[in-house]
């Protein structure tokens, strides 16, 4: 009933706000303007009717019919009085008025001529301008401009994404490009073709990073050590933030397992064991060293002892004979020599093997004790570690396999001490040794991709697009002539960097660089990054080289360049179709409509804000639309090289310093399009006249150049020297070229 009863009638306008306000505004003639405001709305809210209507719940408005309308005289009233008698039957917005409104409002009325906000708007504006605003529609402000109400609320959502930055006369572009944002499937990269100047890679990067604000933060990404396969370094993906977490949380396990092997292998009470061991081998050695001395003595032979072996020598006279002495011997005594030693050996190479076994068994037992303190002093960090990566399955096949790994070059953690350098290779650097590696070094992270100050998805810009710094690098230690290198040197390129978001490129750019093209497509249509070498793809490796675990790619390519590049790509690969499956095509005009002049004039705001120039008054906002379609060639067009407005704006702002002037008008505007076009026009005469053309050509070429164009001749002709050739060659009809 409540819905029945609200539209049964038109909305009505009442006199009873613009009664109650006038009322107050008379009462309050000699107070500021501040409290004679907060005096009528306190006039308003205790004096206006209040209706309570039936079935309402919710009660309370500022009118008396159901779909009342206040007005307000206080901005404007001039708008409505011609409207009286049509005010009930036009198409838009029709509002029922009486009789009785009428005459009640032309009683209010008379009192705010020349007070109201229109008014002193009005009055305060310069004649001009004011006459621009109302009567050329330069700016459309519209009723806006007389009320301090409204019932249309601005898109300010739209009015922050276009700003003073947004993209002008480009809005089938514009959908194209915003469309490919929006999908994700594969092969949907965007092309944006057409002009240079019109904003392309302004909007392209605007727009990504507007839209890569809202998605996620991509994956971290990191290389570590292959101990499998070294040449292979393995890929491990975190969540953002938490690569450079594992790198750290990395070097500190590291750290304290050093520590704590160290603590363990210097120990007392691993010395006590260790020693028992040994004693307990020596001791078993010691006697089937004795039993084979009893054996060598029988035979004349004395069993000598080294570090690391034993070997049997003959006695004569009950002395030793070595090396020479042998020599001095007569051949009957080295026979029988020869021949003891031969009985000895086969009655002592049981001993022997007992020794060896003994020393197999005292390594083993030595090994296993290290094994078994070494695990017991790793096994709590690497544990802890593990527990805390326990969500990521590469992460924990990773620790154990660094576990392994320590357990089996535990002598590597043991201290030693640093061998002593000689005078001579202290004297020649060149000449010592290769550097001692890192014992560590395959126990870092190599992380390449860091995302934890990342806001939402990247966006990155590039104007080298070379192979290398697509797909990123491997770099290499020269050490005496050899090159090396190892996964550290792992170098992340703009695909890594991008992988998760967007990546703009131009198409002249990665069409010069080698390489650059394949790297992208192969990118793109196997959707991973390949870190192959490009001396590999060109067939000129000679070095050692790594290959990495292709990482998997999820990026969307905007490439920008001009219809020519489209064109080519489309008919060069046949699959270029596939990759950029939407094109956002530029177009070098607009329309000259108010929408496109207004947005103009917000470049020309963008500009000053952004360049921190002079304000540009309404003469010059004018000169500027004005050249902006002289550009266009077209009345009913404008340019959309912005570019070339912003070169004009510039060194407008650069007359307007030189006169020492406060504010940037149409007179700077003409300067700076006449000494632009001047400086063109010469260099242009220079072309020709460097040409063999015919002299009926020239001119052609001149009348071609700048059709329409008035420039004095008079003014000019001592600027172009060119003009005293065309005398000289006999020209005639000179006064048909317009310069």
């Known amino acids: 009933r409540l819905v029945e009863h609200l539209y049964a009638k038109l909305p009505e306008i009442e006199p009873y706000r613009a009664e109650l306000v006038t009322e107050s505004y008379k009462n309050t003639e000699n107070l500021p303007i501040v409290k004679r405001r907060s005096a009528a709305l306190r006039h308003i809210l205790e004096n206006i009717p209040i209706v309570i209507r039936p079935d309402e719940l919710i009660v309370g408005a500022n009118s008396v019919s159901p779909r009342g309308c206040q007005t307000y005289p206080e901005y404007s009233f001039e708008w409505l009085r011609p409207e009286y008698e049509t005010v009930a039957t036009r198409e838009a ?66 009015v922050i994404t276009l700003g003073m930055e947004g993209i002008i006369g480009q809005d089938r572009a514009v959908k194209a490009f915003d469309f490919g944002l929006e999908v994700k499937m594969k092969g949907y990269n965007i092309y944006m073709s057409g002009p240079s100047g019109t904003g392309k890679t302004t909007y392209a990067r605007n727009s990504a990073e507007k839209k890569a604000k809202t998605e996620p933060v991509p994956s971290d990404w990191c290389y570590v050590y292959n101990f499998q396969n070294p040449k292979n370094p393995i890929a491990l993906s975190f969540e953002p933030g938490r690569g450079k977490q594992f790198k750290e949380d990395m070097a ?39 039993k084979m001395d009893a054996i060598a003595a029988e035979y004349d032979f004395f069993v000598k002892r080294s570090d690391t072996s034993l070997y049997f020598l003959p006695l004569v006279n009950g002395e030793p004979l070595e090396g020479d002495a042998l020599e001095l011997l007569s051949a009957e005594e080295n026979e029988i020599i020869d021949h003891n030693s031969q009985i000895l050996q086969e009655k002592t190479s049981p001993i022997l093997r007992e020794i060896q076994n003994l020393e197999k068994e005292c390594d083993k037992k030595l090994e296993e004790l290290e094994q078994k303190l070494g695990m017991s002093a790793i096994e709590d960090p690497i544990s802890k570690m593990s527990a805390d990566y326990r969500t990521y ?29 000689d005078a001579l290779a202290a004297l020649l650097p060149m000449l010592n040794k290769k550097p001692e590696e890192d014992t560590t070094l395959k126990y870092r992270i190599n992380l390449i991709v860091d995302h934890s100050e990342t806001k939402g998805a990247p966006v990155i810009v590039t104007f080298n697009p070379t192979y290398s710094n697509l797909m990123g690098d491997t770099e290499y230690d020269s050490e005496f002539g050899n090159l090396t290198t190892d996964f550290m040197k792992i170098k992340s390129g703009l695909f890594h960097q991008a992988n998760g978001g967007y990546l703009i490129v131009q198409a002249h750019d990665i069409l010069s660089a080698p390489q650059a093209w394949e790297a992208l497509r192969r990118v793109i249509k196997t959707k991973e990054i390949n870190m192959d070498s490009l001396r590999e793809l060109n067939n000129a490796n000679v070095v050692p080289t790594l290959k990495p675990e292709p990482i998997p790619a999820k990026l969307k390519v905007i490439m920008i360049g001009s219809d020519y590049f489209y064109e080519v790509l489309s008919q060069c690969d046949e699959e270029f179709d596939k990759f950029f499956k939407i094109r956002a095509e530029f177009d070098y005009e607009m329309p000259r409509n108010y929408e496109n002049i207004y947005k103009i004039a917000q470049f020309i705001k963008g500009f000053v804000e952004r360049e921190h120039t002079l304000e540009f008054d309404v003469s010059a906002v004018c000169a500027i639309i004005e050249y902006s379609t002289r550009s266009a060639a077209r009345q009913d067009k404008l340019s959309t090289r912005f570019n070339h407005l912003s070169e004009i704006l510039g060194e407008a702002f650069t007359w307007a310093q030189l006169e020492n002037a406060s504010i940037i ?75």
Not at 400 to 413: G, M, N, S, T
């Open 393 to 421: 399955e590469r992460v924990i096949s990773y620790l154990e396999a660094v576990r392994k790994d320590i357990l089996e070059h535990l002598d590597q953690f043991m201290d030693s001490e640093e061998p002593q350098q």
């Open 93 to 158: 917005d029709p509002f029922y008025i009486s009789p009785e409104t009428v005459a009640r409002l032309e009683k209010v009325h008379p009192y705010w001529y020349g007070k109201t906000v229109s008014d002193l708007a009005a009055a305060n504006m310069d004649p001009d301008c004011l006459d621009i605003f109302l009567n050329h529609g330069v700016f459309t402000v519209g009723n806006y401009f007389y009320n301090g109400i409204g019932h249309v609320c601005v898109d300010y959502e739209k």
């Open 252 to 290: 500190k396990l590291v750290s304290v397992i050093k520590k704590e092997l160290q603590k363990v292998f210097q120990s007392e009470d691993f010395e006590k064991q260790k020693l028992a061991i040994i004693h307990t081998f020596e001791k078993g050695q010691n006697a089937l060293v004795d």
């Open 665 to 739: 008008t149409a007179e700077h505007i003409q300067k700076a399009i006449h000494e632009k076009e001047k400086v063109t026009l010469i260099t242009t005469f220079d072309a020709l006249m460097n040409t063999q053309a015919p002299p009926e050509n020239l001119w052609q070429s001149v009348l071609e150049f700048a059709p329409g164009d008035e420039i004095s001749l008079d003014k000019e002709v001592k600027y172009i020297d060119a003009f005293i050739d065309f005398q000289q060659m006999g020209m005639e009809n000179k006064s048909n070229v317009i310069f």
